[in-house]
């Protein structure tokens, strides 16, 4: 069993019987630890056993691509309205966060990742999220697969030259479904748009996504001056006809 260990600034995710070395000292986790189990390393430095949330593996995680942050995988939860079910083609799966946070919350992924070495790292990722009963890896190029990919609730996209796939949404999505694109520059957002267009897509929308965080400070408050803002640009697009 995978477990979050956190101690005064400093957390490990681990697997149960696993051993820790820090300068906080050595931390054996028990076979038999339970959630809330409080521990000690060798030093007397004290951690606590807990369950991890998805935010805390999208710390942990080991990464390849650039992972979507959990405010984005949010609004494309939202705004997509994907829920338990739905059935998710994603591409390309890159770390696998996106599609383990679908997979959470019980849709059915099927997700795409031309790079071999990158499927290995998300498929342990996969396992360690739980996620491996609702979310199947190709390790193939999308675009080679799409003749014989059809009748998806909706597809989400996180490549390089998404337009490609884009221009064969019509024949991805079922009657209803919904397309996601997210995009790190506007040139390449404006292009999706296009593509979405003369794909016969309808309620084709582009947003900025942007997060500020609040700091209540003593000489007053307001948004923090630094940190990232910016995340990329969310094209969502429905197919109707
Ligand atoms: C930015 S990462 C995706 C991150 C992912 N959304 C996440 O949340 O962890 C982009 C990935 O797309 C993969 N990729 C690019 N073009 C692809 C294609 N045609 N078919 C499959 N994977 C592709 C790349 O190898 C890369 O790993």
Redesign the pocket.
């Known amino acids: 069993m995978i477990v979050l260990v956190v101690g005064e600034n400093r957390e490990y995710l681990c697997r149960l019987g696993e051993e820790i070395g820090s300068d906080l000292g050595i931390l054996s986790v028990p076979e038999d630890a339970e959630i809330g189990d409080v521990i000690e390393t060798h030093l007397g430095n004290k951690f606590t056993v807990m369950e991890p949330r998805v935010t805390d593996l999208f710390r942990h995680l080991e990464?390849?691509?650039?992972?979507?942050l959990p405010r984005d995988?949010g609004l494309i939860i939202g705004m997509a309205g994907i829920g338990q079910g739905d059935r998710v083609l994603?591409?390309?799966?890159?770390?696998?966060?996106?599609?383990?946070?679908l997979g959470r919350i019980g849709a059915n992924v099927t997700t795409?990742?031309?790079?071999l070495k990158?499927v290995e790292v998300?498929q342990d990722n996969i396992i360690k999220a739980k996620v491996e009963d609702n979310v199947e890896i190709r390790g193939?190029?999308?675009?080679?697969d799409l003749d014989i990919l059809n009748n998806f609730s909706v597809v989400?996209l996180?490549?390089?030259?998404?337009e490609?796939?884009v221009d064969h949404a019509r024949y991805l999505l079922k009657t209803g479904g919904s397309l996601v694109v997210?995009s790190?520059f506007i040139e390449s957002a404006k292009r999706v748009v296009e593509c979405a267009r003369n794909a016969g897509l309808s309620d084709i929308k582009t947003i900025d996504t942007i997060q500020r965080e609040i700091e209540f400070g003593e000489r007053g408050s307001r948004p923090q001056t630094r940190g990232v803002g910016h995340s990329g640009y969310l094209t969502f697009a429905r197919k109707y006809t």
């Open positions: 990464r390849t691509g650039t992972p979507i995988v994603d591409a390309g799966t890159g770390t696998g966060i996106l599609s383990i946070c795409y990742e031309k790079n990158f998300a193939r190029d999308i675009i080679e989400t996180d490549m390089k030259n998404a490609v796939v997210y790190p």
